[in-house]
């Protein structure tokens, strides 16, 4: 059963979205502060953390940053900030998704399963080409060396692996990406970050041979 951590102040939102995740068969523990959170994570395993920036006591960027540096769980944030500075702190400091409130509580559970199935997998070390990603660990290399991609680039990266063979089209990257989460990222930010993972995986960027171009589609890993 997967297992979440709920860090939240909100004891309605605790007590409402405890119960409907429970009855989408997932295990919920919750807190409302940074030391709870960090003291839970310390002690407990969990599969997955559910986020609000604003806590009783300390705030979500710094368990975030805690549970980053130390632990290799994913990271959604549920907060009232939906700004671009909050959303842009938030994936700055490694966060795997992020939904604003009011939301909708399904598109929620399909937002978890979609970042456990990205981050997670029966096997940690996925080859491709010369690329070694380990989705334990939460690292890329390419021939031994470090790629340093960022959270978003990892994610699209991972993407691209969970769909082998078949061709992304650009709306489909998005939605796989984000799932609806905002005019942060869009499709010239799609573009921008196609660049920029190209750049540090494949041999000769102008000419890839990892992330085909799909002329009038999308792209392609095969």
């Given amino acids: 059963m997967t297992k979440i951590l709920l860090v939240e102040d909100d004891k309605l939102i605790v007590e409402n979205l405890t119960e409907f995740l429970s009855k989408e068969g997932f295990e919920v523990k919750n807190t409302s502060g940074q030391s709870g959170a960090l003291e839970l994570i310390e002690s407990e395993s969990f599969d997955l953390v559910l986020l609000d920036v604003s806590l009783s006591d300390g705030n979500g960027f710094s368990v975030c940053s805690a549970i980053k540096s130390g632990y290799n769980i994913p990271v959604i944030f ?60 939460g690292t890329a290399t390419k021939n031994g060396n470090d790629l340093y991609l960022s959270a978003l680039e990892y994610r699209l990266l991972l993407v691209f692996i969970n769909n082998r063979g078949v061709v992304m089209s650009r709306t489909k990257l998005l939605e796989s990406i984000w799932d609806i989460a905002g005019e942060f990222v869009n499709d010239n930010t799609l573009t921008v970050y196609i660049k920029r993972l190209r750049e540090k995986i494949e041999n000769d960027a102008q000419h890839p041979e990892i992330i085909k171009t799909v002329r009038g589609i999308g792209y392609k890993v095969d």
């Fill in 78 to 137: 549920l907060t009232a900030s939906g700004d671009e500075y909050s959303t842009v702190a938030g994936f700055d400091l490694g966060a795997d998704d992020y939904i604003s409130k009011p939301f909708r509580p399904r598109e929620l559970v399909t937002r978890i399963k979609n970042i456990i199935r990205l981050t997670g997998g029966a096997s940690s070390t996925v080859k491709l080409s010369d690329i070694t990603v380990d989705t334990v660990k």
